[in-house]
Every structure is written in structure tokens, then in C-alpha cells.
């Protein structure tokens, strides 16, 4: 794989992101993958950059921390870049400045975009006494992570964070660690001689910024038997020297230095509120020194209280003090927590971490051509399509419900003059011989043709209740989406009804997002139909559901699946639906099976008389302008349950009670 990774910071300064990166350009080389850097100029680099190519742009400097650069590079440059490069996946690390224009180059190329979350900005614009900023860099926040492919946090509490700003496509991916450099063997006695003979060490590694909160350790002046010990540096470091005259500031310590200050350490502290993870607090971990850190952010999934350390309650310095003083006071419970502290971490090597965001990449390259098919973007948007573990209990009774879809409107494939099959027919054979040839399976129909949500709430949920299915299958929408007015989230919400009262009765639903053709007619509806899938999304996982997110599988759009009429499916659009719903409920082979009824059945659907005018839009408007519809006198299909037969066939003369 070509991976382009854009970097906000990067060397000679050393800090989160850039320990990140330097990290996954290691082990991608490793396992074959070629990279690319592009990140700010900032001075000379002598680390080993594993063979990566870099392209490092003219950067300036923020006016409150010099270390930190910017690079304003426009879209059309890091396009020009990228495209060179030609990437499979371009990986933006903690992205903002830089990554907003990444971004754009990214689109310009289609290539898949993966937004590694590292950096809680909302929180540093505060920190920094930018009050007014933070409403401003919140909806930046929001904007950049919602336009990317896929957003990696690396924590609890910032997958919610970014959740409440709107952002969708979000996966969990946290931090390696080093555990044969962050070890306890790394202890020195030597270190601890001249730094603190003699005392308990309690010790602070990282940057020395007004965000990491370091002036807290205020609170623990005058610890009997104790040095505090401050690793790091930064534009805070003259002001914590003041505020904190008892400690001992080492300065900015890297490698063995660093392996061997944090692992003499007794106990670790850590202060800040807004970290998105809390790299030093696991590398503390790593060494065996148990951790007292703030119970917000990152440290509430690194720090098990009472196991390998205490969470204290955010902003109660006197609990802080406290936590720290119990742990310096007992030795034994030291040691203790120092045991659990290194076994917490034996999994977390960066080789593990690094395969797991190969497989984020690679599923950012699937949901990339799922994205440029959308018509239009809602809240959120569909994931990759994948099988479903098939539930523990097996199907018996299958109901369907909806509208004309449903009911087959335009599939007469192998059936007599003036009927229709339609998918769900095909999906209850599927199920029939899934259940096996010993087991009867029971079908109903309750679908008819211009029926709305409404329509399904009042009339096809009753009668569904009362058949007790254990399966219902419902896809409708379309003909409320197409109305004069509608809103689209209202509309949902109704369904919604339907959907949690199956669930109450017991059956698993499997619910269905509606549809478009690909034309260009279709685009004046696209975003009522986006915003009702994407609440459909957000109703499936909230009550337990099954769901057959059609917005990805664009090819449901392609006109070769649409009948002569353009708004119903022929024959072969069928098929697919019905084997895509097949693999949604966890059907063994259901791919292999639809191929094979495909090579089995060719569509030849009879030529219809008349133009499309005459034949299909005229009548709808004359329908209309009557207060009439198409299923206007119809009834279901199949209104009780039918038997489908050992061949797969459904037999309609055979009534089931």
C-alpha cells in the first residue's frame, strides 16, 4: 500500500503526533508499505525516517509557541504532491491547518481519507485565553473530521466528543507503546541518586504548556519523604518554575534518558484535562510506576482506579493530593499496582497497533467509491457493506411489509399473467433453504403499491402483530420522500413505531433503506432520501435491527436494474435486493447462490406497448390530479401465511395457519 501521511508538526520537535508518526512509518516500512511525509520545514532531521519520501513545506511559527509551526500550503500543491505520490490512503495526523487543505487534495484525487484525532483544539483555543475562538475552531473541528473518509480516536471520551459535534464514521484506535525501551529494567539507581536520594520520586513527564495543566502539582508541595520531578519542556516552563520551587525540572529527556528517568519514577502524575489519549500515561504504565491522573479524557480508558493507579475527581486538587499521598505512604500497594500497571499494557505493542490501522485503511478504501456514488450527504453515512452474523435462533415465519417495491411491482419472472414475485418472494426461499428441508417455512405478503409509512403504521402493523412473525422485512418511504412536503426525519419517526413495536413482539426486523434510480430527475428528491436513510441508520442500531443500508451499494441506482416504467425494479434488480438482504441476515452462500440464479434465469422481460408518456406518467398524473393511487381497492398478496415449498417454491394455494 502507498500511504501519504500529513503531519501538522513533525521533527526536530518532539511531541505526541510526531512520536505517532515516526512510530507508523517504522512499522508500515516493515510490512512493505511505501510512505510519504509532507509536514512543516522546521529545521534539520536526523532521526531515521524508514525509507519514507518527505516533502517538507516553508512553515511559520505560532507568536505564543515557537515550537509549534504552520504551513499554509494550498489545495492545488498538495494535490500536485499527492498526485506524484499517487496514494492508496492519505493519513492526516491530527489534522487542522494543514489537514484541511490535505483534505481538499485528497477529494481533488478520490483518494480515501483517514483523520487521526490527537489533539483536543477546542480545549487548547480556551486554554490558551482564545474564549471567542472556540465556538469558531469547534465547527472547524466538526467540518474537517465529517468531510474525512474515516476518524480514528484514540479514546472513550473523544469518540463522544466527536459524536456530539456531529461527526459520523468514527472507530476507536489508540496508541502503541514500546515495552522493551519503557520497561522496568530501565530503573537506575543512579538517576534517582542525583536527583532525589532518598525520596519517594513522583514525577511529570511531558509538554510544558498552559493545556497540560502542570501548575496543579501545586498541591502536592510539602509531601513529606517526596521530590517532585518535571520532565520536559516548553513555552510554560519559567512560570512552573516559580509556581513550583521545590521541584526539579530536567528538561526535554528523550531515549534512554527518558526510558530511565520515567522508569526510576515511583509514582507517575498526570493533570491535564483535555488530553485525547495520554501517550506518557501508558509508557508510565509500561514501567511497572502506577499513575494518578485526572478522571476525564484519555486517562479514564488507560487508568483502571484501584488496579494500576487512582482517577482523580477533575479540578479537586485536594483528591489529587490525596491519591498521590495514599500511594507514597504504602509500599506494598505500590508494588501491587506497579504488577497490574506493566500487565495492563503486555498487548498494546505499536507492531499490534500499527496492523489495526492497516485494516482502518483499508476499510477507508472501500467506503471511498461508497461515498463519491452518494447523491447527497445527511447526518451520517453508510458503512462498508459486510455479512452479518446470523442470529442464534432460525427463521420460521418471514412478514413483509411496505409498498409497491415490496409487493414485486414488475418482476413477473416465472410467474402467471398479472402476478409478480418481487424480492421479498425471493428472499423467503432463500431463508426456507437456509432453515433446512426438515423445517416449514411460513411467508406473508402485506406490501401494496402506493402505500406510505402511515398507511404501514395503521393497516400492515396490526395484521403483522397478529401473525407473530419472527422475521419482519420492511422497506418503504419512497412515496412519502417524493410528497409536495415532507420532512423526512418525521417521517422516520413514524416508521419507528412500526419498528419497535415488531421488536417488543419479539421479531427481528430487518429494515431497508430506500432508493433512487441513477438520473438525473432522481437528484430532486437525493437529500430527503439521504437524511431518511441516515435516520434509518441511527434507528436499526438503537433498537436492535437489521439493516440493508442500500445508499451502500450505489449500484442499486444502475438504470439496468430499473424497469421500463423507471420507478420499479425489473427482474434482475430483484435478484440483487433480495440476495443482498440474504448476506445482511447472515445467509451461508447467498453470494454464490445469486450468481448462480442469475446464470439461470435470463431476464426477458416482455417488450411493453406504448411510450413511457403514454403509458406510465400520464396515468400517474391523472391519478394525482384525482386524489387517486395505483393501489387504490388492492389488498396484500398474501395476507396469511403461505408454505414455501422444499423447491423453493411459494405455494399460494397453500394457506398456513
Not at 297 to 319: K, Q
Request: aromatic share 6%.
Amino acid at each position: 500500500m502507498r500511504v501519504a501521511l500529513l503531519a501538522e508538526s513533525f521533527l526536530p520537535h518532539m511531541n505526541g503526533v510526531t512520536g505517532s508518526v515516526l512510530q507508523i512509518l517504522r512499522h508500515l516500512a516493515a510490512e512493505g508499505h511505501d510512505t510519504l511525509v509532507i509536514a512543516p520545514r522546521a529545521g534539520e532531521i536526523t532521526t531515521d525516517l524508514h525509507g519514507a519520501c518527505t516533502e517538507l513545506l516553508r512553515s511559520v511559527p505560532l507568536p505564543s509557541y515557537p515550537q509549534v509551526r504552520v504551513v499554509f500550503a494550498r489545495a492545488a500543491r498538495l494535490a500536485s504532491i499527492l498526485r506524484t505520490f499517487d496514494p492508496d490512503v492519505v493519513h492526516l495526523a491530527s489534522p487542522f491547518v494543514l489537514g484541511w487543505q490535505g483534505l481538499a487534495a485528497a477529494d481533488a484525487l478520490r483518494a480515501p481519507a483517514v483523520a487521526v484525532y490527537q489533539t483536543d483544539v477546542v480545549a487548547y483555543a480556551q486554554k490558551y485565553g482564545m474564549p471567542h475562538a472556540t465556538a469558531l475552531v469547534g465547527r472547524h473541528t466538526a467540518r474537517l473530521h465529517r468531510r474525512a473518509t474515516l476518524t480514528l480516536a484514540p479514546s472513550t471520551a473523544s469518540l463522544e466528543q466527536l459524536a456530539g459535534l456531529g461527526v459520523d464514521r468514527l472507530r476507536r484506535w489508540g496508541r502503541g507503546v514500546d515495552t522493551e525501551r519503557f520497561a522496568p529494567a530501565r530503573r537506575s539507581d543512579a538517576w534517582r541518586a542525583a536527583i532525589a536520594p532518598g525520596d519517594t520520586v513522583v514525577g511529570y513527564v511531558g509538554r510544558l504548556a498552559p493545556e497540560k495543566q502542570v501548575e496543579d502539582l501545586a498541591a502536592l508541595a510539602g509531601l513529606a519523604g517526596t521530590r517532585l520531578v518535571i520532565v520536559g519542556d516548553g513555552p510554560a516552563r519559567p512560570a512552573l518554575e516559580r509556581a513550583l520551587p521545590g521541584a526539579v525540572f530536567t528538561g526535554h529527556l528523550a531515549g534512554d534518558a527518558l526510558a530511565a528517568a520515567m522508569a526510576s519514577f515511583d509514582v507517575f502524575v498526570h493533570p491535564g484535562e483535555s488530553e485525547t489519549f495520554g501517550q506518557t500515561i501508558q509508557e508510565a504504565l509500561a514501567r511497572g510506576v502506577p499513575v494518578v491522573a485526572t478522571g476525564s479524557g484519555g486517562p479514564l480508558d488507560l487508568v483502571r482506579s484501584s488496579v494500576d493507579g487512582w482517577l482523580y475527581r477533575p479540578g479537586d486538587l485536594r483528591d489529587l493530593r490525596a491519591r498521590v499521598t495514599d500511594l507514597v505512604g504504602d509500599d506494598g500497594k505500590r508494588r501491587a499496582f506497579a504488577a497490574a500497571a506493566r500487565a495492563s499494557v503486555s498487548d498494546r505493542s505499536w507492531g499490534a497497533v500499527c496492523r489495526q490501522l492497516v485494516e482502518h485503511y483499508e476499510e477507508a478504501r472501500m467506503l471511498r467509491p461508497i461515498d463519491d456514488a452518494l447523491l447527497q450527504r445527511a447526518a451520517t453515512r453508510p458503512a462498508a457493506p459486510g455479512p452479518t452474523a446470523a442470529p442464534p435462533r432460525p427463521w420460521s415465519r418471514l412478514v413483509a411489509l411496505g409498498d409497491s417495491i415490496t409487493e414485486g411491482l414488475c418482476d413477473a419472472s416465472r410467474m402467471p399473467a398479472g402476478q409478480y414475485r418481487g424480492w421479498t418472494d425471493r428472499l423467503a426461499q432463500l431463508l426456507a433453504h437456509a432453515s433446512g428441508a426438515g423445517a416449514p417455512f411460513r411467508y406473508a405478503n402485506l406490501a401494496v403499491r402506493s402505500r406510505r409509512v402511515q398507511h404501514l403504521v395503521e393497516e400492515q402493523l396490526p395484521h403483522a402483530l397478529a401473525l407473530r412473525p419472527d422475521l419482519a422485512a420492511v422497506l418503504i418511504g419512497a412515496n412519502d420522500l417524493v410528497g409536495a412536503r415532507v420532512d423526512p426525519v418525521a417521517v422516520a419517526a413514524r416508521l419507528e413505531e412500526a419498528v419497535r413495536a415488531l421488536r417488543a413482539a419479539g421479531a427481528d426486523v430487518l429494515l431497508v433503506t430506500p432508493f433512487l434510480p441513477r438520473r438525473r430527475a432522481a437528484l430532486l428528491f437525493a437529500r430527503r432520501f439521504a437524511v431518511y436513510a441516515s435516520e434509518l441508520r441511527r434507528i436499526a442500531a438503537e433498537a436492535g435491527s437489521v439493516l440493508l443500508d442500500l445508499e451502500a451499494l450505489p449500484v442499486i441506482g444502475d438504470p439496468e436494474l430499473w424497469a421500463d416504467d423507471k420507478v420499479h425494479l425489473r427482474p434482475r434488480g430483484h435478484r440483487f435486493l433480495a440476495y443482498r438482504a440474504a448476506e445482511a441476515l447472515g445467509v451461508p452462500h447467498a453470494e454464490a447462490l445469486g450468481e448462480l440464479d442469475a446464470s439461470l434465469h435470463a431476464d426477458d422481460d416482455p417488450a411493453l406497448p406504448g411510450s413511457w408518456l403514454r403509458r406510465d406518467a400520464l396515468p400517474w398524473v391523472w391519478r394525482r390530479l384525482r386524489g387517486a393511487t395505483a393501489g387504490d381497492g388492492l389488498t396484500a398478496k398474501h395476507t396469511g401465511y403461505v408454505l414455501v415449498g422444499p423447491q423453493g417454491s411459494v405455494a399460494a394455494s397453500e394457506r398456513a395457519g
